[in-house]
């Protein structure tokens, strides 16, 4: 396949390019890496949507939801509303991939039902409260996604009488797909 692309290509190559045995490229050299050719923003833009690419495919293998079948409709939900410009610019190809019928973009975290979880770092929470370990286990359970939320903000928060920080808990987002 390389073979051939390369065939077709090679008549529109500046000559420059053709020094040595160009009969196939098999017979060139990899090419140096030109830096000043990257471009940060593109970059950003392109691992954004193979994140958004990758997630949905794992959602629809795990939901067993056919390829065959094309998706309604999928909102992409992200605080960063930079974050949604850049997969916007991608929408086209998006849509196209995953076979979507609509690509829905929101920072409206509260109006789609995103809740925040948290998780107790166990080995070093139980060094540290020792006896207060049972209590603050039962209270983790009942800790509010807007609990959650001002921890993030504040890196502290007081579950069953006893404050924790964030050497201590783990953010459970929904975007974190394994428990």
């Known amino acids: 396949m390389s ?5 077709r290509l090679k008549p529109f190559l500046p000559p420059a390019l053709l020094s040595g045995n160009t009969e196939s490229v098999h017979f060139l050299l990899f090419p140096t890496v030109k830096k000043e050719f990257f471009d940060e923003v593109i970059q950003r833009k392109v691992r954004r949507m193979t994140t958004i690419l990758d997630l949905t495919r794992y959602l629809r293998d795990k939901e067993s939801l056919s390829f065959k079948v094309p998706l309604q409709d999928l909102i992409v939900v992200h605080k960063d509303q930079q974050y949604l410009d850049d997969v916007q610019d991608f929408e086209r190809y998006i849509k196209e991939e995953l076979r979507l ?4 973009l929101t920072t409206d975290e509260d109006g789609h039902g995103v809740l925040y979880k948290v998780k107790a770092d166990w080995p070093v929470l139980g060094k540290k409260l020792k006896k207060d370990m049972p209590k603050v286990k039962k209270a983790l359970a009942e800790v ?10 504040t890196k ?16 459970r987002h ?3 797909l394994t428990s």
Request: aromatic letters at 6%; zero cysteines.
């Open 156 to 171: 502290s928060i007081v579950v069953g009488g006893i404050t924790l920080v964030e050497e201590d808990l783990q953010v």
């Open 101 to 104: 019928e609509k690509l829905s």
């Open 144 to 153: 509010s996604s807007t609990e959650v939320k001002t921890f993030l903000e």
């Open 3 to 7: 073979e051939n692309i390369y065939q």
């Open 174 to 176: 929904p975007s974190q």
